[in-house]
């Protein structure tokens, strides 16, 4: 076979039909659950004003130092400003809150997105530099049940989608702008003198955005870490009263979950309560996502002092925990009906037998061109049909067609007028694929 002259981008991924399994599937539990909790979809632009992911996210955050995709504009303005596809939701969708007049709205306002975002990542399992997220916002109002409510939603996805065993949930309260800043101080002054002894990336961080080095992956952090400050030092009593209260509140719902002190999450504008899922047997390595507070962010980005709380998952890191738990999702891309055909006058009469069984909601494929019967009956094979119908030129003259049972190995032939009554009876009603736009008053239409 010859190589491919194009090849993906490295850290991109084609969504291939297998994986859009897992992927609707996911977004059908996500849209479940949200619309369960009242959250309404929105969705914001793939790319923003840098500026909005500078502020919000923080300038000296992993994130927006090297991970982020600027997006170049043919036009020569200078005073133009310099975008970035989105790395994640929550800084766009808090400046839609505030460019809509949100805030006129009764509070809080809850929203869920689902779709793409863009990290100029280290490619590695399951971490895409293009990927999917499902996320989901509460803006408007601070109480510690709302925390507890957003969590819960999140619990409640993981276990429709029979992951939730394989995870942890890892919480922690950060505290207010004020407590951290007092710990980045403490943590400088303890790593004087000590600096050599930490990895370059830590280094930096030490000088930018010391509490990231309480979430640092490198063993020898981690040793420095064992007698530095913590963030329990600085927490002031009513962050502490507040965790308090989050965890009775799960407690109440039955929600597991393990306190991590070190847990302070990569985004600069979370305060307070922190949280992520991770994986039992890598942990953080292998979270499928997390959130937290960020009661200043919408004054960050131009608006009122406005409370907030969200979290988001990666899709990509679910389907491959789903794969790994052997979870099957249902495919309804199956092939009810393969129509084989010989003859022209029997290819006249197919194509319309056909498009009748498509609209009867039947998945139906049908070969319509110069093979043999032979080798469409092999083709039914391949796609794994459940019936053939086979209309040849005797068929056609004597108004009659072949049912062919694939997986018995058994046909019967019945008047061609019968075969639509026939089919549908075989497959059953309640099994097929019928599709119909419906206004507020009928059934609901799942929407992409």
């Known amino acids: 076979m010859s190589q491919p002259l194009f090849r993906t981008p490295k850290g991109t991924h084609d969504c291939l039909p297998e994986d859009q399994q897992y992927m609707t599937y996911i977004k059908k539990a996500v849209r479940h659950r949200g619309r369960q909790a009242g959250y309404k979809r929105i969705d914001t632009p793939m790319y923003e004003n840098r500026a909005i992911f500078e502020r919000g996210i923080g300038a000296h955050t992993d994130i927006v130092e090297k991970e982020l995709f600027l997006v170049s504009s043919k036009q020569s303005d200078d005073d133009a400003p310099a975008f970035a596809l989105r790395p994640e939701f929550t800084a766009g969708i808090c400046r839609a809150y505030i460019e809509h007049g949100m805030q006129q709205l009764p509070q809080p306002v809850e929203f869920y997105a689902i779709g793409q975002c863009f990290r100029h990542d280290r490619p590695q399992k399951g971490r895409y530099r293009q990927f999917h997220q499902f996320d989901f916002e509460v803006i408007g109002l601070k109480d510690p049940s709302l925390d507890a409510q957003l969590i819960q939603v999140l619990t409640k996805i993981l276990d429709d989608l029979k992951i939730l065993p394989r995870l942890t949930l890892q919480i922690n309260n950060i505290g207010t702008s004020e407590s951290r800043?007092?710990?980045?101080?403490?943590?400088?002054?303890?790593?004087?003198?000590?600096?050599?002894?930490?990895?370059?990336?830590?280094?930096?961080?030490?000088?930018?955005?010391?509490?990231?080095?309480?979430?640092?992956?490198?063993?020898d952090t981690r040793v420095l870490l064992k007698n530095a400050p913590t963030l329990a030092q600085f927490i002031d009593d009513e962050s502490k009263q507040y965790h308090a209260t989050v965890l009775e509140y799960l407690?109440?719902?039955e929600i597991p979950y393990v306190e991590n002190p070190l847990l302070v999450r990569g985004l600069d504008y979370y305060n307070q309560t922190v949280f992520e899922f991770w994986d039992q047997s890598t942990g953080a390595q292998n979270a499928v996502g997390g959130g937290g507070r960020y009661d200043s962010l919408i004054e960050l980005l131009g608006g009122s002092p406005t409370p907030g709380l969200g979290a988001a998952c990666g899709i990509e890191r679910i389907i491959w925990h789903m794969k790994e738990a052997g979870v099957q999702v249902p495919n309804k891309d199956q092939v009810d009906i393969f129509v084989a055909q010989l003859g022209p006058e029997a290819k006249k009469t197919c194509l319309k037998l056909i498009t009748d069984l498509r609209e009867m909601g039947i998945h139906t494929l049908g070969a319509l061109g110069e093979a043999s019967l032979k080798s469409q009956m092999r083709l039914a094979d391949k796609f794994q049909s459940r019936y053939t119908l086979l209309l040849g030129k005797m068929e056609v003259k004597n108004g009659?067609?072949?049912?062919r049972d694939m997986a018995a190995g058994k046909q019967k032939e019945i008047k061609f007028k019968d075969i639509l009554p026939t089919i549908k009876k075989m497959l059953g009603e309640q099994n097929l694929d019928a599709y119909t736009l419906k206004d507020q008053l009928g059934k609901e239409v799942d929407e992409d």
């Open 400 to 403: 009659t067609i072949i049912i």
């Open 251 to 253: 407690e109440m719902l």
């Open 181 to 219: 800043r007092a710990l980045a101080q403490a943590l400088q002054d303890y790593f004087i003198g000590k600096e050599r002894h930490l990895p370059e990336l830590d280094r930096a961080r030490l000088k930018s955005n010391p509490m990231r080095l309480l979430d640092s992956k490198e063993e």
